[in-house]
């Protein structure tokens, strides 16, 4: 069916080389109106490669854009926009100092002769957040926003009613699966009004249910195209991986009475609000703090890290007292690595090369406290590069040059390399592919099975369960639930409040 | 000249008799550079021995600034302003700021037009330094095919700054033989080279902008040429004067000052090569220009132009104007005609008392 | 900061939203809004002369030459650029302006004549920097060096006086007891307000500065955004230096060299930020008068040049401190609950 | 950028790896370095006395000293800061230096005392940026000024010669041809080198200044690195004071003052980005010698003050716009997309 009438848009036979790393490699992809086409890949496919020629971001090397059959060269975003083509890309790029609305209505402000005002973008925007159903404080500075909602906003300056295409890059990576869900409904109108949406998902239960076809990525190629409806998960993964895939067994859970790793006791905040909070996180076992944005989870993960200094409680690791982080150095000292959510502003130097990254707070390790050690340093490395599969072109190569999802890995690989005695995580595995994810899972488990602790907070349900010995459930600033075992798959309907 | 023992003891009763009560405000040319710093010293000093009111501000050099305290000044309503303004073609706004505010004004050094002029004449000083400079050269056989004449400019300082340095080449042209003669406009701001044997650099007003022009200016002139070296004020000089020492070629080139600073003095005995200083006296003007506002106030009307003084001083007349304390000269030279009626109020008599 | 925080009432939201986000007046706002008024209450204590209506007319006079390049400046560095070539657009319009007027052409001719070019210098900084990718530092600093040269050039390093009568008209005395420019100040102060805050070019200058890559990906253009700020910079430098001109009653090749600085920091007092993205022109106000004021006080109380610089250094430090200390105090009471981001993003911006 | 990229032989990878590696010299260094053949070139063939040892000699006297000024800023910029204050510890410690000589105390332990006291205020600098948030130019402009106002108190306004025999040493000549002090440079040069490249501490600028943020949540001790670089600053500014004074035998309260914004020039010329995180010595001293090429190729030409100034302004010009035209070709080949690599770090930085 999808042969019979010719593409909307399409990439044919389009080819693009960084250096020495060949990210596309003879692609051809149609895109239809009115349809939804699901990007599917390993980490460093080249999924997001290609959004960006669609979106005239990137110029192909070879192969050409075809609009209506005619090939069209795309003059950036703004040519991009005349050609009624939208994308949101992974790495989220918005104005800090501006307010919701102005971000949402940023290029295309209501205006009467160029004079505008704050009270019609509030207004533009809101209309916006309500056609898709968001809830977004228009007035907040955007720096002031959760990832999540940043991410919202992002969503909502691609979504344009009578766009000819939409392209979303991993638009849900922080989201949760209400807010996917809500996204999706939208985007399933936009596409019954007659845009072509095209999104990028490591999640395939999203993929599944929100796409009308896929196209699955492998080093630069499309291997596959596949209308949803005739394939399965176990289809994708294994088109997607070039070998079937299992999602690793869960090893049997740890015991409830391991010694405490991490203990806090009277944490408390007023804004946000946390009311008094007394835990002791086991020692060799992975807890997860599951809740809504705003129930106080990530609240307390930050404040474990010393992101966020807590003014009230005390705290302990290893059942020593020791005192409560007031800044992330203090953490660091009590032996708590922290993964923070933002890959590119919180957790890595954009400007350094992998490497560096990787061992820029080990390096003590290899070396004294003044001299580097280079070998050594290359050695760590490496050996963290191989561990982790992450996909470089050299170890030299600057870290912002990377996928989106190997910056992840390489960030999560320099923590782990510090070999902390607590881990506190915030998404730790946002924009990774499946099967890497799958690992970093059995990493994270078996470091913990080693004696550590690890505190984990995550948007994504279906994480918490794969990682979880044990889940905090949060709301509105109160632990509603402490599970293990089966019970844990009801803490869902615990965060949300909706049974009891 | 002979020191001048200056002050007439017969007129007018020593100062501190009779508490004056006037209200001067002064505006000094630029409180941050050596030169020009005294002067509002010796206007503090002088209005105060004569019971006078005096404020002082600071034109740090620019334009801009000098009519912002035009306009500060003004508001006291002092008896007498002095202005000391770092340009003359700036001169009709500030006299348009005094005339509005009726008050009366004196120009110290640079021209304000409509304000009678307390100067010491640039041109004067440069011509002085370049009789210097000749004299030295006649003596030793120095002619214009063994000598060169390297002078550091303060290009962007503005043409009354530069007035020195383009009368001391005009004089050493004249006097010397084998340097071409050319007319004051030849020389301008922006002239490098007069002839192969005189050059022009910027040397803006600090040492080491001097020692970095003169450095670099050296190595266009030939190793076997004696070099006569001059500039805008003492801290350029002396800049310049290291920039030769340290290339070796100390012991056959001569520096003139321009300025009379402690530093240069002290030069002008101990360096044998720092062969003259033209001492402007700077440290003395404060006591002229309270003097002559005094006059003003006291309803005199002064000529369009009263001299200031100033001394060239050799090795030889260092000693008639200067004790061992080289901050100030022991007394203030004889009066002249212009500058007469100056003496007797009791305020220049008041110097070193 | 001036700018970004709660004005327009819009669409009122419950009574907390608008507590949270309207009763948070930018803190660099408070910061520099109280220094004013301590300097005030200290130069009014020391001196009788510091508030008499004579000086506020100077003050006024002053504040508004700096103003003219200050505001130029701030929009420069809302939009993420430097302005360096102001020390070379203030000299050279002022020759250009003097040189052209006695010169015999009409005062209105020559007036537009030197706008003009102030804003095809300005133009030509903006290309520079945006389609050559040079650092507008250097960029700026180059077209300085250039502008400064030529002043120089014009008049061979000389003052010119200004000999036509009617040229100087922008410092000529209105009935309010404060020259033409001041006025002509105040209206561009205004009318930049407006176009920050209410136009859609100046709201793109915001997002320009603050987020080139969005502005890149929103469809803006923003090398014509940041263009433009350079040529509003330039343009308003060279109507600074006919002013000067017009003041002075000369055009001299050495003024301006220190406007660069000094608007810089009366920018950033004022709360712009050098990464862009951040700035506006109440602040920007206060940052002007409280250099006016400073300087304005120090000579009147005859501060020693040397000492003035002293009291300057330790003034701005101050200035900037309290600015800064305000913050830890307020965010604790006022933020609203931002979940998992990571609180410290002020002293981020600020503490680079 | 000259840094961060290949550099540690380390253990030698592949053929394959070394060329992708190694033959990426970054496109700074390969325009300033075209700039500098290019500059020599032209100054050889207009004067015969550009090419010879004694201008060599200059040109490294001239270089040398600048570059002491610009190596500590290069630093401070790494780090994500600004210097101003140079152009105050500059004239300070020439004067202290004379002072203290001309008191008899010992040349050593005059030496020592001053770059003490550049390094204290340094660390002052340092703590006021991390402790008291306040932007790096306003804090840096403000303690300038302070040491510029007592460096004037100190000689209240004078020039002092130094009258101490040996407290010249550091202009001395060498049996190179040089004076000590240009060993001292090149000595000076080499130590950060190693230091940025090798040293833990010195990686940690890179960190620091690259991502504040990150740097932050990872429990780096930022605010101590930062310090450390204002402090390596004025120690370096100290030591460029002092052997201004020991070249002019002299100390003036007037030096220096143009130092900061060509220190600026030069190391930015040298590709350190004025948002932080990238530099390196080697670009540092390519900046350097171009601008004391320039100055002196010149003077040597007798070009007057005023075209020098505009020479100046089109060879800035002229310059970064090769540097960075030569970025697209290079780009298109090798370089990954706009928006996510390190050229682009403006938005990086500014978009927080
Ligand atoms: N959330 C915060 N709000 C305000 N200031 C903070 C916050 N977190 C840290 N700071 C300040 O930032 C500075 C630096 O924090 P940083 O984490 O670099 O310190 P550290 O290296 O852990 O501590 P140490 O000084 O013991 O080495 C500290 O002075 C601290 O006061
Ligand atoms: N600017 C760049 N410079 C060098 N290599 C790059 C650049 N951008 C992408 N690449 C490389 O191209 C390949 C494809 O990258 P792309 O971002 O398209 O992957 P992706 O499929 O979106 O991965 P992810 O799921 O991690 O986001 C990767 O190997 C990546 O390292
Ligand atoms: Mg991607
Ligand atoms: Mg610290």
Not at chain 1, 5 to 17: E, F, K, M, S, Y
Not at chain 1, 108 to 117: I, K, L, V, Y
Not at chain 2, 321 to 339: G, H
């Amino acid at each position: 069916m999808t042969a019979d009438h010719q593409p909307d848009i399409a990439l044919a036979g389009v080819c693009r080389t960084y250096g020495s790393t060949r990210a596309l490699i003879d692609v051809d992809l149609p895109l239809h109106r009115g349809r939804i086409a699901a990007l599917l890949g390993e980490n460093g496919a080249g999924k997001s490669t290609a959004a960006k020629i669609l979106c005239g971001l990137e110029t192909p090397d070879a192969g050409q854009v075809l609009i209506d059959g005619r090939p069209v060269t795309i003059a950036g975003p703004r040519g991009a926009h005349a050609l009624g083509i939208y994308l949101i890309p992974q790495e989220l790029a918005f104005v800090p100092d501006l307010t919701v609305a102005e971000n949402i209505t940023l290029g295309w402000a209501p205006h009467r002769r160029g004079f505008t005002s704050r009270r019609s973008m509030v207004a533009a925007a809101q209309d916006q957040a309500d056609r898709f159903g968001f809830d977004l404080s228009m007035r907040q500075k955007m720096k002031d926003l959760a990832l999540a909602d940043v991410q919202m906003v992002e969503i909502l300056k691609a979504l344009r009613v009578g766009a000819r295409a939409i392209v979303l890059d991993e638009p849900t990576s922080s989201l949760t699966e209400d807010e996917s869900a809500r996204l999706f409904a939208a985007v399933r109108r936009l596409a019954a009004e007659g845009t072509s949406v095209t999104f990028v998902s490591h999640r395939l239960d999203e993929v599944l249910d929100g796409s009308d076809q896929v196209h699955v990525f492998r080093d630069g190629r499309i291997v596959e195209t596949v209308e949803t409806a005739g394939t399965t998960r176990d289809a994708l993964l294994e088109s997607m991986l070039g070998k079937p895939f299992r999602v690793s067994a869960r090893p049997h859970r740890a015991d409830a009475d391991r010694p405490s790793g991490l203990g806090i006791g009277g944490w408390r905040s007023d804004v946000p609000l946390l009311e008094d909070t007394t835990v002791d996180f086991r020692a060799g076992e992975v807890t997860v703090l599951y809740g809504l944005r705003g129930s106080g989870s990530d609240l307390l993960v930050e404040g474990l890290a010393g992101a966020r200094p807590f003014r009230h409680g005390s705290m302990s690791v290893d059942g020593r007292a020791v005192t409560r982080p007031r800044r992330p150095g203090q953490a660091r000292r009590a032996g708590i690595a922290h993964v923070p959510p933002d890959r590119r502003r919180q957790g890595l130097m954009m400007n350094l090369s992998v490497e560096e990254n990787l061992v820029l707070h080990i390096r003590g390790r290899t070396s004294g406290r003044v001299w580097r050690s280079p070998r050594g340093e290359s050695r760590l490395a490496r050996d963290a590069i191989a561990a982790y599969r992450v996909r470089v072109a050299s170890p030299r190569q600057l870290v912002s040059e990377l996928s989106g999802g190997n910056q992840q890995k390489v960030l999560l690989a320099g923590r782990l390399g510090q070999q902390p005695r607590v881990l506190v995580l915030q998404e730790p595995t946002r924009g990774v592919d499946i099967g890497a994810r799958d690992e970093i899972h059995r990493i994270l488990r078996d470091y913990a099975l080693q004696g550590a602790t690890a505190v984990v907070s995550t948007s994504d349900f279906e994480e918490a369960l794969q990682l979880a010995d044990r889940m905090l459930v949060f709301r509105h600033g109160r632990v509603v639930g402490d599970l293990r075992g089966d019970a844990m798959t009801t803490a869902l309907d615990l965060a949300k409040g909706s049974s009891t | 000249g002979s020191a001048g023992g200056g002050a007439g003891g017969t007129a007018a009763p020593a100062s501190g008799t009779a508490k004056k009560d006037i209200k001067i405000a002064y505006a000094n040319y630029a409180d941050n550079s050596p030169l020009f710093a005294p002067i509002t010293t010796a206007v503090k000093t002088s209005a105060a021995a004569a019971g006078m009111n005096a404020k002082v501000y600071d034109n740090k050099g620019t334009a801009e600034t000098t009519l912002q305290n035009a306009q500060l000044m003004v508001q006291d309503k002092p008896d007498v302003v002095i202005e000391y303004s770092p340009d003359s073609a700036i001169g009709k706004s500030l006299f348009t700021v005094f005339d509005r505010a009726g008050s009366k004004c004196i120009a110290l050094n640079v021209p304000v037009e409509g304000c009678p002029w307390l100067n010491v004449i640039n041109k004067n000083l440069g011509t002085a330094a370049g009789q210097m400079a000749s004299d030295y050269a006649n003596k030793n056989g120095w002619t214009g095919a063994n000598t060169t004449v390297l002078l550091a400019n303060s290009a962007r300082g503005g043409v009354e700054v530069n007035d020195t340095v383009r009368y001391t080449y005009l004089t050493v042209a004249d006097k010397v033989p084998g340097f071409t003669k050319i007319t004051p406009e030849q020389f301008t701001e922006s002239t490098t080279r007069i002839a192969a044997n005189a050059i022009v650099v910027d040397g803006g007003n600090t040492l080491d902008s001097s020692f970095a022009a003169v450095q670099a200016a050296l190595q266009n002139i030939p190793n076997d040429q004696n070099i006569i070296y001059s500039s805008v004020n003492d801290d350029t000089a002396s800049g310049g004067w290291r920039a030769i020492a340290e290339a070796g070629r100390e012991k056959t080139s001569v520096v003139i000052g321009e300025g009379g600073s402690e530093t240069a003095l002290k030069q002008l005995r101990d360096n044998p090569q720092w062969i003259g200083e033209v001492d402007a006296l700077v440290s003395v003007w404060g006591y002229y220009a309270v003097a002559m506002a005094d006059a003003l106030a006291a309803g005199v009307k002064p000529p369009a132009l009263t001299e200031l003084p100033f001394v060239a001083l050799t090795k030889d007349t260092i000693n008639d104007y200067y004790t061992d304390d080289l901050t100030s000269p022991k007394a203030l030279p004889k009066p002249v005609d212009s500058n007469k009626y100056l003496f007797g109020r009791g305020i220049l008599e008041s110097y070193r008392k | 900061m001036s700018d970004g925080a709660g004005s327009a009432p819009g669409a009122l939201g419950t009574l907390g939203r608008v507590l949270t986000e309207r009763a948070r007046p930018s803190p660099v706002i408070v910061g520099a809004g109280s220094l004013c008024v301590l300097l005030v209450v200290a130069f009014a204590v020391s001196t009788d002369r510091f508030l008499t209506a004579d000086n506020a007319g100077v003050v006024a006079t002053q504040v508004a030459v700096l103003g003219l390049v200050t505001l130029g400046q701030m929009i420069v560095l809302l939009a993420g650029g430097f302005d360096i070539s102001i020390s070379g657009v203030v000299p050279l319009s002022a020759v250009l302006y003097v040189t052209l007027s006695n010169a015999g052409m009409p005062t209105v001719v020559v007036l537009v004549v030197v706008l003009l070019a102030g804003a095809l210098i300005g133009t030509v900084n903006g290309l520079i920097v945006t389609k050559l990718k040079v650092n507008p530092l250097i960029a700026t600093l180059g077209t300085m060096s250039v502008c400064q040269g030529f002043a120089f050039v014009v008049t061979d390093g000389r003052t010119v006086p200004l000999e036509s009568a009617g040229a100087g008209f922008l410092a000529d005395r209105t009935p309010f007891g404060v020259p033409v420019f001041v006025l002509v100040f105040i209206g561009i102060a205004a009318a930049l307000f407006v176009y920050l805050k209410w136009t859609i070019p100046g709201r793109a200058l915001y997002a320009v500065g603050g987020g080139p890559e969005a502005a890149r990906l929103a469809g803006m253009r923003a090398d014509l955004t940041k263009t433009s700020a350079f040529a509003i910079s330039a343009t308003l430098a060279a109507l600074a230096g006919i002013v000067l001109s017009s003041q002075l009653l000369a055009g001299a090749p050495s003024v301006g060299a220190d406007m660069t600085l000094t608007s810089i920091t009366a920018a950033v007092l004022g709360g712009a930020s050098l990464h862009g993205g951040i700035g506006g022109v109440p602040g920007t106000l206060l940052g002007i008068v409280i250099i006016g004021t400073l300087r304005d006080g120090l000579a009147l109380l005859e501060v020693s040049a040397f000492y003035q610089l002293v009291a300057t250094g330790f003034v701005l430090l101050i200035a900037v401190s309290m600015a800064q200390l305000k913050l830890p105090a307020r965010r604790r009471r006022s933020r609203p609950a931002p979940e998992n981001h990571v609180p410290d993003k002020t002293y981020e911006r600020t503490a680079r």
